[in-house]
């Protein structure tokens, strides 16, 4: 089985910064590529950044691309997203979640695993 377990979310003031972390456990193979995903209340799940287990192959949605980075520690099992300059619109509790296929991008249907999740608040 694979382990999944979020921290780093809070409350944020808009233009602010925030770092996820999520620490996995599993084998390798279950954890090809990590994602991270969001839901705002009232609102169905969003796709918000993915990576491959080398890296080599990174996806991000386009609200968030060139304000949160995607980044992974393999030798630390852990998944991050870095979130800079942060809106109201990022308001969300976000989940991580692995998966075995290489290479899995935004599809939902290939995570096998999720998290419980963070709670990302940004007030105005």
């Known amino acids: 089985q694979v382990q999944l377990v979020e921290s780093g979310g809070g409350l944020v003031q808009a233009g602010g910064s925030l770092r996820l972390s999520c620490a996995f456990s599993?084998?390798?193979?279950?954890?090809?590529?990590m994602a991270w995903f969001r839901q705002a209340p009232g609102k169905g799940r969003e796709s918000v950044a993915a990576?491959?287990?080398?890296?080599?192959?990174?996806d991000y949605a386009d609200s968030v691309k060139g304000r949160f980075t995607i980044s992974r520690d393999n030798a630390k099992n852990a998944v991050y997203l870095q979130m800079n300059s942060l809106k109201p619109e990022d308001t969300a509790a976000y989940t991580c979640?692995?998966?075995?296929?290489?290479?899995?991008?935004?599809?939902?249907?290939?995570?096998?695993?999720w998290g419980q999740g963070t709670q990302v608040t940004v007030s105005s």
């Open positions: 599993g084998r390798a193979s279950n954890t090809i590529t």
């Open positions: 990576i491959s287990r080398s890296g080599g192959s990174i």
């Open positions: 979640a692995a998966s075995s296929h290489y290479y899995a991008g935004f599809s939902p249907n290939l995570y096998a695993y």
